[in-house]
């Protein structure tokens, strides 16, 4: 754990880190309380191997996955620092990574998402119920492809206003930024809501005779709160979302645990429709892969199916059609 704190992970990964260490060494001592008793030389194959079977029985797959990959760095680390023969990992087991296509949202599922957002207007003043924010949020995941980590992170510095619109610093995954540009409409809905923001909170703005919204908070500002005035959390996060799907009466509709990141793969999905380039979707998405972009477009842009419609068997349908 000290050799990744040097790398500066977030401390959501920090503490999954922990989380897949303390859950494996846990099963190969016996229990939690004799994590601290466990030598170098319980790391076996077969000890690991039964540790992950009985993990398996009670943990999805993309679980299992996880706490495989952290094991495997902890064992590549031991091995590099020869305290252990060989990595054992790669004899344990691990469920595949599916070949499904990427889940996003509907047009008509996102307009009653909204629709529901805005039937909270005019109890803005309520603790707990604020639309222009969640409306904000909405929309900065649609048209600008955020996960939810980097929704919590953006700070009010992050924007900058361009002639068309606004350009947003995102510190994402791995600690790598990229910056996503995005048009007027965003930015006048982000401007809503910090307005509205100032009215709720007016010990946190800046003095500033500036009309433009930016202005009146610090650039180090969180650029999206919580019902207390601090960062939004993740759990809040992910819940005024599943809200409005609640609120809709669509909740049955999505996939599940699909909330924030279903709107991210939304806003991928759309800009492969519209035929933009793999390299740029990665860029956008802040992906290392264009593998990993590449899901978006398969099936998804004009290419692929004006070359489908070529196919001459659909003339069958016509002639079946005419036949007496």
Same mark, same amino acid.
């Given at each position: 754990?000290?050799?990744r ?6 401390? &959501? ?7 897949d ?12 309380d ?17 540790? /992950?079977?009985?993990?398996?029985? $009670? ?10 990959? +952290?094991?495997? +760095?902890?064992?590549? /680390?031991?091995?590099?620092?020869e305290?252990i023969?060989?990595?054992?990992? #790669?004899?344990i ?5 599916p070949?499904?296509? #990427?889940?996003?949202?509907?047009t ?7 629709? !529901? ?7 803005s $003043?309520?603790?707990? +119920?604020? #639309?222009?924010?969640?409306r904000a949020?909405?929309? %900065? !995941?649609?048209?600008? @492809? ?8 953006a ?13 947003? &610093? ?13 048009? %007027? ?7 809503d ?5 100032? $009215?709720?909170?007016?010990?946190t ?5 500036? %009309?433009?919204?930016?202005? &009146?908070?610090? *650039?180090?500002? *969180? ?10 959390t993740?759990? +809040? ?7 409005? /799907?609640?609120? !809709? @009466? ?18 991928a ?13 990665m860029k956008l998405?802040? &992906? ?10 398969? @099936?998804?842009?004009?290419?692929t199916r ?19």
């Amino acid at each position: 754990m000290a050799d990744r704190a040097i790398r500066k992970p977030s401390p &959501h990964t920090a503490k999954a880190y922990r989380q897949d260490f303390e859950a494996i060494a846990a099963l190969v001592a016996g229990s939690p309380d004799e994590i601290r008793d466990l030598r170098i030389i319980d790391l076996t194959k077969d000890n690991l191997r039964a540790a /992950f079977a009985a993990y398996a029985e $009670t943990h999805s797959a993309a679980s299992i996955r996880r706490c495989w990959s +952290t094991w495997n +760095t902890i064992c590549t /680390f031991l091995y590099t620092a020869e305290l252990i023969d060989a990595n054992p990992m #790669p004899l344990i087991g691990r469920p595949k990574v599916p070949k499904s296509l #990427p889940k996003s949202y509907p047009t008509e599922a996102v307009a009653e998402l909204v629709a !529901a957002i805005d039937t909270d207007q005019g109890s803005s $003043t309520h603790r707990n +119920t604020w #639309p222009e924010r969640d409306r904000a949020i909405l929309f %900065t !995941a649609l048209l600008a @492809g955020l996960r939810a980590d980097e929704l919590r992170s953006a700070n009010v510095g992050d924007i900058r206003r361009t002639d068309d619109g606004g350009v947003l &610093h995102v510190r994402g995954k791995g600690n790598k930024d990229r910056r996503i540009p995005f048009g %007027t409409e965003l930015l006048e809905l982000l401007d809503d809501y910090l307005r509205t923001r100032r $009215t709720r909170f007016p010990q946190t703005r800046r003095r500033s005779q500036d %009309t433009d919204p930016l202005s &009146h908070f610090s *650039p180090t500002a *969180p650029l999206f709160l919580g019902a207390d005035g601090d960062r939004i959390t993740r759990g +809040t996060l992910q819940y005024r979302i599943l809200r409005a /799907f609640k609120k !809709a @009466g669509i909740n049955g509709e999505r996939s599940s645990g699909a909330l924030v990141h279903g709107l991210r793969h939304t806003f991928a999905t759309e800009l492969a429709n519209a035929n933009v380039s793999v390299y740029t979707l990665m860029k956008l998405l802040g &992906h290392e892969s264009m593998v990993t972009s590449q899901r978006y477009v398969d @099936g998804a842009g004009t290419e692929t199916r004006s070359a489908v419609k070529r196919n001459s068997l659909y003339e069958l349908i016509n002639s079946d059609a005419q036949s007496p």
